[in-house]
Each structure stands twice: as C-alpha cells, then as structure tokens.
C-alpha cells in the first residue's frame, strides 16, 4: 500500500523560507512523477510543482515560479519543495501526490494523481 507522509510546514514571515518534504513508499518509487498541491480555506486544491521519476523535469505553476523549488531523492524516498520569498497567499495545507501511471508526462490536473499524503500546514504572516 502506498503511503505519503509529508513534514516541514510551520510558520514563517513573509519574505522566509520553509522546505517541505515528502516521504514515500509502497511504490517502485523512481517510476512515477510526484506532484505538490496546496488547499487555502475555501479555495480548491491547486497544482504548485511537479518533478519527474528521476528528478530531471519539473513544472510550476505561475504563481510559484522562480520562487519554488521541487527535488527529489530516489535514494530516500523523498520529494522536497523549497519555498523561498514566501508570501501572506502561500498560506495553505500542502499536499504531495504520486502520479497514477509510471513514466508519464508531468501533470497538473488532481485526478492524474491516486495517493495523497495528509497534508502539512504552512502559514505566512505579512
């Protein structure tokens, strides 16, 4: 059974950093794209940044771009989003996901993923 643990979130000043991380397994877990998804109070889950399998690609969504960095660790199981610059709107549960499908091409939509962690809060003050 696949299982994602993430940790990491806390509260930080706006212009701080946070590194959040992803702990995976069940899963030959090189093969799949891992994503990074976040929830603000009443807002829908949306996509923040995707790696590939072996950590060579990855994608952003706008809003994070040149301040958000996805990695990973094939050796550890893990997947990391660096968050540099944060801002008051970053504030949200992030959550990690596993793509449903090995080797495929990165995604943004959630129902491309099938395993969820339990989310981890990070909160920005201004």
């Known amino acids: 059974q696949v299982q994602l643990v993430e940790s990491g979130g806390g509260l930080v000043q706006a212009g701080g950093s946070l590194r959040l991380s992803c702990a995976a397994s069940?899963?030959?877990?090189?093969?799949?794209?891992m994503g990074w998804f976040r929830q603000a109070p009443g807002k829908e889950r949306e996509f923040v940044a995707v790696v590939s399998g072996n950590g060579g690609s990855s994608y952003y969504a706008d809003s994070v771009k040149g301040r958000f960095t996805v990695s990973r660790d094939n050796a550890k199981n893990t997947v990391y989003l660096q968050m540099n610059s944060l801002k008051p709107e970053d504030t949200a549960v992030y959550y990690c996901a596993v793509d449903r499908q090995p080797y495929g091409r990165l995604k943004v939509q959630r129902e491309a993923y099938d395993y969820w962690g339990q989310g981890t809060q990070v909160t920005v003050s201004s």
């Open positions: 069940g899963r030959t877990f090189s093969l799949y794209n």
